[in-house]
C-alpha cells in the first residue's frame, strides 16, 4: 500500500484526498491519499519523514508552496515559477509545479486555443505565477494586472511579459480575448466585483481559477454570452499531472473531476 499525501495549514477543506483515492480506486491502484496539517516550521521534517517512510509523493498547499523550494530539488518549471505544488521520491525528493499545467489542460478541456491569444491576467500571487509561466509557453500574449503593483511588476519581470495598472482594468478587459481571475476575490459570497462584469463580450472567454463556488464573475460572464469556465478542471488536471510524475500513469480524469464535483456539490 503506497501512501500519498497533501500538507497545507489549513488543510481540512482541501478536496485533493477525495480526488485522488477515486483516482487510485479507478486505476486498480493499492494507494491512498491523506491530508495532514503542517505548518512552515514543521515542512522540511515532514517531507523528510514521507521520504523515509517511503510515501509515493505529496501534494503542497497554502503556506507551503514556496517555502518547499529551499527543501526540494526544484524541476525547471518550479524554479521559474517560485513554488512547488507536487514532490516526488523517485531518484531524490524533487520538487514540481503543476498548478500552470493544470490550468493550460482545462482551457484546451474546453476548446480555448490561447496561442496568439490576448490574454488579461489578474493576479501575481502563486496561481498567477503558474498560470503566467504556463500559457507564455503556451504562445498567448499576456498582459498582467494586481491589486498591488509591486508583486505584479515583479512577475511581469520575472517572465517577461507586460504590466498594466490595476486602474485600467476595464480598458484592459475590453482590449482582451481571454480573461482569467488567478486573484482569491469572489472566494466568498459578496466579495467586491473586479470590474464591472457588464463590459464582457460575447465572443470572450473568462476563466476563474476558482472552483469552490460559481462566482459572480463566471454569472456575469454568462449573461454576457461569454464562455465561463470555473477552477475545478485546473484542479483535476494539475492533480492528473501530479498523478503522472509519481506513477507514470495517465490519469482518470472524468472519475477525478465526479469526485471534486460530488464533493462541492456544483
Ligand atoms: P495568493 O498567492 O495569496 O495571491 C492572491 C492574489 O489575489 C494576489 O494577486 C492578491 O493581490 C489578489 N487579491 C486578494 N484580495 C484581493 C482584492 N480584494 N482585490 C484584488 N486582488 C486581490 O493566492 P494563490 O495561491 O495565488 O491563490 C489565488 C486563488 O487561486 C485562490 O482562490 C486559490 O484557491 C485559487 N487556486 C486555484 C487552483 C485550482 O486548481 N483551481 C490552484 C491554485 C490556486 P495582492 O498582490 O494585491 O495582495
Not at 11 to 28: D, I, K, Q, T
Not at 98 to 124: F, M, P, R
Amino acid at each position: 500500500m503506497k501512501v500519498y499525501a497533501v500538507l497545507g495549514d489549513p488543510v481540512e477543506h482541501s478536496l485533493s484526498p477525495v480526488m485522488h483515492n477515486a483516482a487510485f480506486r479507478a486505476m486498480g491502484l493499492q494507494a491512498s491519499y491523506h491530508a495532514f496539517r503542517v505548518g512552515i516550521n514543521r515542512l522540511r521534517d515532514a517531507i523528510l519523514g514521507a521520504d523515509a517512510m517511503g510515501f509515493g509523493g505529496l501534494n503542497l498547499t497554502i503556506p507551503l508552496k514556496e517555502s518547499a523550494m529551499a527543501v526540494v530539488e526544484p524541476d525547471e518549471t518550479a524554479v521559474a515559477i517560485g513554488a512547488v505544488n507536487t514532490v516526488s521520491f523517485r531518484g531524490g525528493i524533487r520538487g514540481h509545479n503543476t498548478d500552470g499545467v493544470g490550468a493550460s489542460l482545462a482551457l484546451k478541456h474546453y476548446g480555448v486555443n490561447v496561442k496568439d491569444a490576448e490574454v488579461l491576467l489578474i493576479g501575481a500571487g502563486g496561481a498567477a505565477r503558474a498560470i503566467a509561466y504556463q500559457l507564455s509557453r503556451d504562445g498567448a500574449g499576456i498582459v498582467v494586472t494586481n491589486r498591488t503593483p509591486q508583486r505584479g511588476m515583479a512577475l511581469a519581470r520575472d517572465l517577461g511579459l507586460e504590466f498594466r495598472p490595476f486602474g485600467e482594468i476595464e480598458d484592459l478587459v475590453r482590449a482582451s480575448d481571454i480573461v482569467i481571475n488567478a486573484t482569491s476575490v469572489g472566494m466568498h459570497e459578496g466579495d467586491p466585483r473586479l470590474f464591472d462584469g457588464r463590459i464582457l463580450r460575447s465572443e470572450q472567454v473568462v476563466f476563474d481559477v476558482i472552483y469552490s463556488r460559481d462566482t459572480e464573475l463566471l454569472r456575469d460572464a454568462r449573461m454576457a454570452g461569454a464562455k465561463a469556465i470555473d477552477g475545478v478542471m485546473m484542479l483535476v488536471y494539475q492533480g492528473a499531472e501530479a498523478l503522472r510524475i509519481w506513477t507514470g500513469r495517465e490519469a482518470p480524469v472524468d472519475v477525478m473531476e465526479a469526485a471534486v464535483r460530488a464533493a462541492l456539490r456544483v
